[in-house]
């Protein structure tokens, strides 16, 4: 996993970053580490067994039951996953985007310092929120079946009975044959029916209900775009492959890009005259125009909220815009002067990638539909799969599940993509090939840490006959799912429910705009610029 982490930055990483940024390099690899690890453990805990009947009372064999303390485990795990999104990820943001001043002509200054005192805010500010919920929503009402009878004082004899002590084994035959009196004390045992034990739960398990919670909101939102825009994609990727262009073909292709680029400078020189002429007049204090009328009327102050939305609408715009004309040009090199280097094993291996991911996508929403929205499945669909596996090959168990949870955390990174290029109310964080800088990494990471929580759940739920008796099993749905307040969102699937809804909207979305497109032109980007001056 290290290795792969080592290999991934290196691949992705950006030519100004080459020898730079060695501390959110070492956060961004051991983070994706813990990310893999943390998704790992759940078949690690299904194949543990300690929270098995057997092992816990002592007859489970030696094969059988592992050694792993995994209450612990995902303890420590997701308190590390606390750890990265509070602390090292915010920290080497503000480490990695602080600039010293010495450019700008300004008293240099330490950015560890500066990071630190960024981080410290950010540590005051969470550690508030977590220490208040869970002072007033650590409680779980844990449902049980409730059941009177006599007392064992009160039942003159009392069988025991104890493995084998030379193989180990329990068997039913040890039990003595049910007597008069076995019947006459089952007869005056009476069910209460079902009440509600209120409990506490430990700080670590609570925090990673909390985290869990927050978690799905991005989960459904980005995972829910991304795993169906992840096959149409590289099927897109296959078709649209780069193909021979003819004189004619490459002067009309040429003459388009370089029309783009003019647009675009243009539309770079209008946005740095008006952040200049802003800044212009916030320092002599007087009234002006500009592009995003920072001030108004003779008076002087900052920006409105309409102003700083539409400041950052068209600041993505831009982004956006630059972005795909990148892309064009990368297309275009690969059409001409690129095209006898080109290697024509990548198309068909998107197209495999496509086929093998819209079949991952498939399954997720079957699995969702037969097995976990029901309240009595009576289809275990993929559980029977993993089953069967577990018995004779347990391994094949083991990737599934890793090959699931890994594809639901990176389609929750497509979608934040997706949802950059095609709404534009985030930033846009691509992961390209030698052109992916530090900031892209941490924010990814991020994304990944912060879904792997929902995703465990999820996994743990869709797949609860595999992962039965398992440490991940009690805590996900026995002691998270009944918290106060998350309790009616769990226990109703909600996050479910909404993570399906958004999966087929935006499947049927892709069916009618499946290419991604400018909202608005370079051209009417510029002209927009030019009219508000």
């Not at 169906?228 to 078709?239: G, T």
């Not at 993505?316 to 290697?343: G, H, I, Q, T, W």
């Not at 109310?425 to 052109?435: A, C, S, V």
């Not at 039965?468 to 307040?485: D, E, G, M, P």
Request: proline share 4%.
């Amino acid at each position: 996993m290290g290795v792969s982490g080592i290999y991934f930055i290196v691949y992705y990483q950006h030519p100004d970053d080459k020898n730079e940024a060695y501390f959110p390099k070492l956060i961004v690899l051991l983070g994706l580490c813990l990310a893999g690890g943390t998704v790992l453990g759940l078949p690690l805990d299904v194949g543990n067994n300690t929270t098995s009947p057997a092992c816990q009372l002592g007859y489970g064999r030696e094969n059988f039951c592992g050694g792993f303390e995994m209450y612990l485990f995902w303890e420590i795990m997701f308190m590390l996953v606390l750890a990265w999104m509070v602390l090292f990820i915010p920290f080497s943001v503000f480490y990695y985007e602080e600039d010293d001043g010495t450019l700008l002509g300004k008293p240099q200054k330490s950015r560890v310092w500066v990071a630190l005192g960024y981080e410290l805010f950010v540590l005051f500010i969470v550690g508030t929120i977590f220490t208040l919920c869970y002072l007033f929503l650590s409680y779980a009402n844990v449902p049980v079946e409730a059941y009177t009878g006599p007392s064992v004082n009160s039942i003159s004899s009392i069988y025991t009975s104890s493995p084998n002590t030379n193989t180990g084994v329990f068997s039913i035959n040890q039990l003595e044959d049910i007597n008069q009196q076995d019947l006459n004390t089952n007869a005056d045992i009476v069910n209460k029916g079902q009440i509600s034990v209120r409990v506490q739960l430990s700080i670590p398990t609570f925090f990673i209900g909390l985290m869990t919670f927050i978690g799905w909101f991005f989960f459904v939102l980005f995972g829910g775009v991304g795993m169906p825009s992840m096959p149409l994609d590289f099927i897109l990727a296959y078709v649209n492959r780069p193909r021979h262009m003819d004189a004619v073909e490459f002067a009309e292709a040429q003459q388009s890009i370089r029309e783009r680029v003019n647009e675009l400078v243009d539309i770079g020189e209008l946005v740095k005259i008006e952040r200049e002429e802003r800044n212009g007049v916030a320092n002599t204090n007087n009234a002006g125009g500009g592009f995003f009328q920072r001030f108004k009327g003779g008076g002087g102050g900052g920006m409105t909220r309409a102003e700083r939305k539409e400041e950052s609408r068209t600041l993505k715009e831009f982004k956006k815009a630059v972005y795909l004309l990148e892309k064009d040009v990368d297309d275009l090199k690969a059409c001409s002067d690129n095209f006898d280097s080109y290697n024509p094993i990548i198309p068909f291996m998107k197209l495999l990638l496509g086929i093998i991911s819209g079949l991952l996508t498939l399954l997720w929403i079957l699995q969702i539909c037969i097995y976990m929205l029901p309240k009595n499945p009576k289809i275990p669909f993929l559980n029977t799969y993993l089953d069967f596996w577990r018995k004779y090959f347990p391994l094949f168990g083991v990737l599934t599940i890793a090959a699931f949870s890994l594809y639901a955390l990176f389609g929750a990174i497509k979608g934040c993509f997706k949802c950059g290029i095609r709404f534009m109310f985030i930033q846009l964080y691509p992961m390209e090939y030698n052109k992916t800088y530090m900031s892209s990494f941490l924010f990814n990471l991020g994304l990944i840490l912060m879904c792997t929580a929902p995703v465990v759940q999820l996994s743990t739920e869709a797949f609860g006959l595999y992962s039965a008796n398992t440490a991940a099993s009690q805590i996900f749905l026995n002691q998270i799912q009944y918290l106060t307040f998350f309790q009616w969102f769990f226990f109703n699937d909600v996050f479910v429910y909404a993570l399906l809804i958004v999966m087929l909207l935006t499947s049927v979305y892709l069916c009618f705009k499946p290419l991604d497109k400018n909202a608005m032109s370079s051209l009417q980007l510029r002209d927009r610029l030019k009219a508000r001056r």
